[in-house]
């Protein structure tokens, strides 16, 4: 049996209904080694269901477990089913949906090593994503978008027809082209990655990066060392900004690890 990782991580997590919206739609789940965010659309008060739906399945997919590779996409097609199964025993929520983003660390067969060429089992990051929220890595002032959004503007953004900027003010850009919610499913996302001490990650709502740029985002994720604390001024600053809709965020780090 894999014993638990060595590596250690911290995390904090923070929403905000933002200045606009009268309630708050997106859902956060945090847990050891599961960090997730979901940003629900849908009439009726539906898209709260559909995120806070999304969240549960992932909870109860890792719920004492340590996650195997692609544990995570399974988690995320399981929540799918739980929205469809939701819509079907409640027709007045047809149509709800909702995005889905984040990381979980998971025993991983293939082993890479950060700090080792040997290629044996053990931990490694699982990141995933459906839909236009989005996980970022930063390591050591640097920032990357690790997701691809999976919508019409970020379509537009990679066929350089508008900038990333024009994006976050276009009236299209509420429209995702991937989500959870689907029959069929769309197709989920992931990335694999061995742990680095020392690296942060960031998984957030559009009503982060539509409020804020990667510059600031990236300074504000590089100060100080308390993941909480982060989360908290993340959310402060996009709510600063204009708000104009929910914002949540989820900051996970990797520690150094201690034997
Ligand atoms: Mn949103």
Do not use: K
Request: hydrophobic share 40%.
């Amino acid at each position: 049996m894999p014993q638990q990782p060595s590596v250690r991580v911290d995390a904090g997590w923070a929403t905000d209904v933002g200045r606009v919206r009268d309630h708050n739609e997106d859902a956060a789940l945090v847990t050891d080694s599961v960090f997730v965010v979901a940003d629900g659309m849908g009439g009726h008060a539906a898209g709260e269901v559909a995120s806070a739906l999304a969240v549960d399945a992932v909870r109860r997919a890792a719920d004492g477990v340590l996650l195997a590779p692609e544990g995570l996409v399974e988690a995320v097609e399981q929540a799918n089913t739980a929205i469809l199964r939701q819509m079907m025993n409640n027709p007045d929520q047809l149509g709800m949906a909702t995005t889905l983003t984040g990381l979980a660390l998971v025993w991983g067969g293939e082993g890479a090593q950060a700090d080792s060429d040997e290629r044996q089992p053990g931990p490694q990051w699982e990141v995933v994503n459906v839909g236009d929220s989005r996980v970022y890595r930063w390591f050591d002032g640097e920032l990357v978008q690790v997701t691809q959004d999976h919508s019409e503007v970020g379509d537009l953004v990679r066929m350089g027809v508008i900038t990333e900027q024009e994006a976050r003010r276009h009236p299209a850009r509420n429209i995702v082209t991937r989500c959870l919610g689907r029959l069929p499913a769309d197709p989920v996302d992931s990335w694999s990655f061995a742990p680095t001490p020392g690296e942060r990650w960031l998984a957030c709502s559009d009503g982060l990066t539509n409020e804020l740029v990667d510059e600031q985002v990236a300074a504000l994720l590089g100060d100080g060392d308390d993941p909480q604390a982060i989360a908290e001024a993340l959310v402060a600053a996009a709510v600063e900004h204009g708000g104009r809709d929910n914002v949540t965020v989820v900051v996970v780090f990797t520690a150094p690890t201690s034997d």
